[in-house]
């Protein structure tokens, strides 16, 4: 059993930058891909960023390029978003997930219970 836990969500205005970290339990933590989705008031859950078990394949959504970094830190068993010039339509619960492959396969068998992010205009 995984178990995930995100923290760092909050408020911030547009432009701003916020960090969001995803603490995994165990010491399989390297064993696993590890993703960011995000879901909005009366959307579906988007993928935001995954990132494989050693951090050398990492993709983005279109929508954060540039802009979001996605990065994993291993020996902390932690995983972390970092998210800059944040825009209004980036507000959403963020959740992270775990998956046995990367990439295109990527299918989440654990999830976190989710951090708010809100960005104000």
């Known amino acids: 059993q995984v178990q995930l836990v995100e923290s760092g969500g909050g408020l911030v205005q547009a432009g701003g930058s916020l960090r969001l970290s995803c603490a995994a339990s165990g010491r399989t933590f390297s064993s696993y891909a590890m993703g960011w989705f995000r879901q909005a008031p009366g959307k579906e859950r988007e993928r935001v960023a995954t990132?494989?078990?050693?951090?050398?394949?990492?993709d983005y959504a279109d929508s954060v390029k540039g802009r979001f970094t996605i990065s994993r830190d291993n020996a902390k068993n932690t995983l972390y978003l970092l998210m800059n010039s944040l825009k209004p339509e980036d507000t959403a619960v963020y959740y992270c997930?775990?998956?046995?492959?990367?990439?295109?396969?990527?299918?989440?068998?654990?999830w976190g219970q989710g951090t708010q992010v809100t960005v104000s205009s």
């Open positions: 990132i494989s078990w050693s951090g050398a394949y990492i």
């Open positions: 997930a775990a998956s046995r492959a990367p990439g295109r396969a990527f299918t989440p068998l654990y």
